[in-house]
């Protein structure tokens, strides 16, 4: 498997603190099964500034520390999103995974719907793939998951976190991240992994999950060939998603002037 989302880099954000634990984490990954990890530091104004300069050497010293450990490490960040983002990617600031045209962001909590949107469709036009990083933990897409299909619909794509499967954020968090699985409105599990305690990088536990609920095939496509297919740069065209019954055509239809 890979996983596409974790904190994993001392130094750079909230996750592990030193590099042995940060080892541990990658020990832990490589046991569930996961033989390829990227690195994702968070990237947030006056937060976290973690360019791609930064998150490079980053990910060479932990690749040292990491040693025989059976696990490929890749760049990457997860970008808050804001009306800035686009002009980083254009000018090579910030960290795409694995230097491709796949970007991980994660939502902003102040924005509306169409400010989002607008932001998505800036960098679809900007020639890059957003990748929403755990929608069902977001205020708006939990309020009407609408708002998920219309990003998708724009050119995103979508990535469910592994505990949300599970349970690790509670019941209704689970309900939403289940409906955006059936729904085809996200097309990743990945773990937003920053420690080996209660948020660790571990997706097996999701990934059978999801072979109850959509089948092994398509359980197998979100932990194996799309997040391969992003690190390798690969286009690939996602099923057509499935609106949900709330809102699903708001924006769409005053989008393209109906
Ligand atoms: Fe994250």
Not at 6 to 12: M, R, T
Not at 151 to 170: C, D, E, K, P, Y
Not at 181 to 188: P, W, Y
């Amino acid at each position: 498997m890979y996983d596409l989302h974790a904190h994993i880099l001392p130094g750079a954000d909230d996750g592990p603190k030193e590099w042995d634990k940060a080892v541990k984490m990658l020990l832990r990954a490589a046991e569930d099964g996961i033989t390829g990890i990227v690195a994702t530091p968070h990237v947030s104004a006056g937060l976290w500034d973690n360019p791609k300069d930064k998150v490079a050497s980053l990910v060479d010293e932990l690749k040292q520390h990491a040693g025989a450990v059976p696990i490929e490490i890749y760049t990457g960040s997860e970008i808050h999103i804001s009306p800035e983002t686009v002009k980083g990617l254009k000018n090579g600031r910030y960290c795409t995974i694995n230097r491709s045209r796949y970007v991980l962001v994660e939502l902003p909590l102040h924005f509306t719907p169409d400010g989002m949107y607008d932001v998505i469709f800036s960098i679809v036009s900007g020639g890059f793939f957003p990748i929403i990083a755990h929608p069902e933990r977001n205020p708006m897409v939990q309020q009407d998951a609408g708002v998920m299909y219309e990003m998708v619909r724009l050119g995103a794509l979508g990535q469910v976190t592994a505990g949300s499967l599970t349970g690790t954020f509670g019941g209704e968090v689970k309900k939403l991240a289940r409906e955006l699985v059936t729904r085809k409105l996200v097309h990743v599990i990945a773990s937003d992994a920053h420690n080996n305690g209660p948020r660790p990088p571990v997706l097996s536990h999701a990934y059978h999950d999801a072979v109850k609920l959509v089948g092994d095939k398509a359980a197998r496509v979100m932990v194996y060939d799309v997040p391969e297919m992003i690190i390798e740069n690969l286009r690939f065209e996602p099923e057509e998603p499935e609106p949900p019954k709330k809102g699903a055509l708001s924006f769409l239809g005053k989008w393209v002037g109906l």
